[in-house]
């Protein structure tokens, strides 16, 4: 099972950015699938999920309105578009997959995204 | 929001003894309907993603040595990981997965004394 993110970067205040999270092993569209970040030398923070039809999102409050999570089954990957980013929003994004409102495993290694102008 | 509060912050355990962690929730995460505890701990090694340790707050996860074992239940819980290796040098989390946003503890870092 692993699970490989990507489409992190470097970008501006007030840009945006689209993190993939691409699964082999194992099929995703069983699973309800999340974003998780992690400010470099912090704790985790949980973002946003997905339920396993992708019909059903939430995110946290600090996110809502501008990242946009959603997935592609056929394609075995799950996105996140991060619009409006901020500087508090440079984080290491992490996906995990579980089985509804249960616990995250695996996790992706993660990808780093930088907000900087 | 369900907030979670590990302690200690920190602590510095010898090795071949016994490692305390405690998190505590602000509200229940035990489902009566079920009688579970919507509890998971994790350990993150520095550069790496967290693993999976224990879930439903006192199962352990395939693979995770038996040293390492979660008890609690309601809001107060503990990670206990006796018989300290050298390789158990991480930052452990707990995690609410009773209510969305799921939520994290702040971390506990565990040494080597």
């Known amino acids: 099972l692993q699970l490989v993110e990507s489409g992190g970067g470097l970008v501006q205040p007030g840009g945006s950015l689209r993190l993939s999270c691409a699964a082999s092993g194992f099929t995703l569209s069983g699973y309800w699938m999340h974003w998780v970040r992690q400010v470099p030398g912090k704790g985790l923070m949980w973002v946003s999920r997905?339920?396993?039809?992708?019909?059903?999102?939430s995110y946290a409050d600090s996110v809502k309105g501008r990242f946009t999570t959603s997935r592609d089954n056929a394609k075995n990957t799950l996105y996140l578009q991060m619009n409006g980013l901020r500087a508090e929003d440079t984080a290491v994004y992490y996906c995990a997959p579980s089985f509804e409102a249960e616990w995250l495993d695996p996790w992706g290694q993660g990808t780093l995204v930088t907000v900087s102008s | 929001d369900i907030v979670m509060t590990q302690s200690p912050d920190s602590l510095a355990v010898s090795l071949g003894e016994r490692a305390t962690i405690n998190c505590k929730s602000s509200?229940?995460?035990?489902?009566?309907?079920?009688?579970?505890?919507?509890l998971a701990w994790y350990q993150q090694k520095p550069g790496q993603p967290p693993k999976l340790l224990i879930y439903w707050a006192s199962t352990r996860e395939s693979g995770v040595p038996d040293r390492f074992s979660g008890s609690g239940s309601g809001t107060d819980f503990t990670l206990t990981i006796n018989s300290l290796q050298a390789e158990d040098v991480a930052v452990y989390y707990c995690?609410?997965?009773?209510?969305?946003?799921?939520?994290f503890g702040q971390g506990t870092k565990l040494e080597i004394k």
């Open positions: 997905i339920n396993s039809e992708g019909t059903s999102t």
């Open positions: 509200q229940t995460v035990l489902y009566s309907s079920n009688n579970k505890n919507y």
């Open positions: 995690q609410q997965y009773y209510r969305t946003p799921s939520t």
